[in-house]
């Protein structure tokens, strides 16, 4: 049986001093309040030698702060998200917080179920990448005075704070690299969620070949089918009818990955012969045979400005009149997937 946690009242009663000069010892404070030397060092030995460990639920009702943070995405495997929250973790223990890591697999149950969860074990503060239907859940947060980052996509409706990028003016202008580079019958797949990312994403590409004159084929697979057997074979199925097609544009890097598998089985020289854009860029990407140009979004930006918001919310709490919403720019990155089509 493990021994009994001592408390600050127990650590004071074993060296003969008072709770509340432990707890400034325990927390820094103990020459600024002018604790002598030796009754400081005698605490700091003492709890040392018993490995004491602060009680953080004990220490969150005294302050009203647990100084934990939330960050929940779709998949926290994806790179994207994964590279985006190892910035946030670094910056937010510069800063004295811990971060709890979090996928929702977009779908609402399990937003809610983790949001429910979290809120009950009362952090300081949510960044999100929200689900489709958790518009309500987000508001009663703000409502109840939860600091609330959105990234990714936001609610159009709903006053909240947020950093995005501009997914259309990269969508487009990813697209029209292809236009330009002599590419004409330009396929683009993505999946079929009614998000706002996703939705500008589309948008971007229709009116860019729209344009131009040239007639957008589409392929949405369901989101739950992304990386399921059914998904490979609506792509292995898209690929082996569409004759004539000259480039595809992938909408996520996780749709690219299994398109350029799927490509591959198919007739391994198309690789070499279509031209690709991938959204959001990958290690991978960089390393294939052709390397696939891709739509990169500013992922040190993007974790930048998230921290940056949330930090003001927690340090001016329930004081913030202003919205903050921040939408950043991609870049291209043209490699070898996508060079100019040679003339005929």
Not at 114 to 140: A, H, M, T, W
Not at 178 to 200: E, K, P, S, W
């Amino acid at each position: 049986m493990r021994n009994k946690r001592q408390s600050i009242k127990d650590i004071a009663t074993k060296l003969g001093v008072s709770p509340t000069t432990v707890s400034f010892v325990l927390n820094g404070k103990g020459e600024e309040k002018k604790i002598s030397k030796e009754v400081i060092n005698r605490v700091r030995e003492y709890t040392t030698a018993i490995n004491y460990k602060p009680n953080m639920v004990a220490r969150s009702l005294r302050t009203g702060r647990t100084k934990i943070l939330v960050f929940m995405v779709e998949d926290i495997s994806n790179y994207f998200f994964s590279r985006i929250a190892r910035i946030i973790e670094d910056i937010a223990y510069s800063k004295g917080y811990r971060v709890l890591f979090c996928s929702n697999e977009n779908q609402d149950k399990r937003s809610r179920d983790l949001l429910n969860l979290f809120y009950e074990r009362q952090v300081d503060g949510f960044i999100i990448i929200p689900s489709s239907g958790i518009r309500s859940d987000i508001k009663e947060l703000i409502d109840n005075d939860i600091p609330v980052v959105l990234f990714d996509r936001y609610f159009p409706d709903l006053d909240t704070h947020y950093v995005v990028i501009d997914n259309y003016a990269a969508s487009k202008n990813a697209t029209q690299h292809l236009i330009d580079n002599g590419y004409r019958n330009i396929a683009f797949i993505t999946t079929d969620v009614q998000q706002l990312q996703m939705l500008d994403r589309k948008r971007g590409y229709l009116d860019a070949v729209s344009k131009e004159g040239l007639q957008p084929t589409v392929l949405e697979i369901p989101f739950d089918d992304t990386d399921s057997k059914k998904g490979r074979e609506l792509l292995r199925g898209f690929f082996s009818k569409k004759d004539g097609l000259d480039a595809v544009y992938f909408s996520t890097n996780y749709l690219t990955r299994s398109g350029l598998e799927i490509i591959k089985e198919i007739d391994a020289q198309a690789i070499a012969d279509l031209g690709i854009v991938t959204f959001d860029d990958n290690e991978l990407f960089r390393i294939n045979t052709p390397t696939i140009s891709a739509v990169a979004q500013p992922m040190e930006a993007i974790a930048q400005e998230l921290m940056r918001i949330m930090l003001h919310l927690l340090k001016h709490k329930n004081k913030v009149s202003e919205t903050i919403q921040v939408t950043l720019s991609a870049e291209l990155i043209p490699r070898g997937s996508s060079l100019a089509k040679e003339k005929v």
